[in-house]
Each structure stands twice: as structure tokens, then as C-alpha cells.
């Protein structure tokens, strides 16, 4: 039996999101084939994990350590940039960009994904809302809202 890890989405066609899986969800991430895992949170993933994606030579790229270990903390603008630096390589996919939940670092970052992709800010919000559930950050709302795209690839390219 497959069964996805919580919070579990595909954003588009190999991106997914997530919260982070346990031994349960192993067999299900396998069959995505993924090549990299962008991990947003402060503390290390579970150990079960970082062997999964050991074994699976699956890169784990966990970005959550260059700021604050306090989980209320909102994602920093820093974090948001390396996220989608590594999201517009081709290299990195197939991709799960993932937090301890799968709401809202990951939703922040995924909302700004949106933004780089021109869609409307009310969409993106109703999906940042749809994986946030009834404990929505206005924080990371705002965040999104104000993002500048132009930060990726510079106001050219943009």
C-alpha cells in the first residue's frame, strides 16, 4: 500500500510538497524518483529520513539551518531565494520541497514559486491557505504578496 506523506501535493509536474514523511511513506516516495529534496525546517530531518534519502542517492539540500531554530520564526527572505534558485535548475528535479508539516515554509516558498510564474495573488493565496488549514500565517501572506520576483534573475530577466 502506498500512502503519501502528510500535507502531500504535486505543484507541478515532478515538484511535489510535503511534510516529512515517516518509514510509512518510504515506499510511496520511491515511486516519484526523486533526485533532490529542498528541506526548509531549522532542526535536521528524522534520521530514517536522511537514510532514505541516502540510499535513494537522493540530494538533500536543507536550507533551514541558516536561520532562527524557533519554528514560529517566519522563512527569511534568504531561505525563499536559494529555494527558488534551486527550483528554476532543471537539475533538481524530480523535487520535494518539505518542512516538518508541509504548510507554511513550504507554502511560503511555493506561493513565491507562484509568483514567479505569474499567477493571480488570489490563487496563490487560496492555495497557500488549501495546505495551511485553519492555522493561517497573515505573516507569510504578506510575505508572498510583497515578494519580488525580480530578486531571482535580476530585473532583465524577470
Known amino acids: 500500500m502506498l500512502v503519501p506523506p502528510p ?46 534519502c541516502h540510499d535513494q542517492n537522493i540530494t538533500m539540500h536543507h536550507l533551514g539551518v541558516l536561520y532562527s531554530t524557533n519554528a514560529w520564526d517566519p522563512i527569511t527572505e534568504e531561505i525563499v531565494l536559494q529555494a527558488l534558485h534551486l527550483l528554476v535548475q532543471p537539475s533538481t528535479y524530480p523535487c520535494l520541497v518539505m518542512c516538518n508539516l508541509g504548510r507554511h515554509r513550504t507554502g511560503t516558498v511555493i506561493g513565491c514559486l507562484r509568483k514567479l510564474q505569474h499567477w493571480n495573488l488570489s490563487a496563490i493565496l487560496e492555495e497557500y491557505r488549501r495546505f495551511a488549514g485553519p492555522k493561517v500565517r497573515v505573516m507569510n501572506e504578506q510575505f508572498i504578496e510583497l515578494f519580488d520576483e525580480e530578486l531571482v534573475f535580476g530585473e532583465n530577466q524577470a
Open 7 to 52: 500535507n502531500f501535493g504535486m505543484v507541478e509536474d515532478s515538484l511535489y510538497r510535503s511534510g516529512q514523511p515517516d518509514q510509512l511513506n518510504f515506499p510511496f516516495l520511491e515511486k516519484l524518483g526523486l533526485k533532490s529534496v529542498i528541506w526548509l525546517a531549522p532542526e535536521e530531518p528524522d534520521v530514517g529520513f536522511q537514510h532514505f
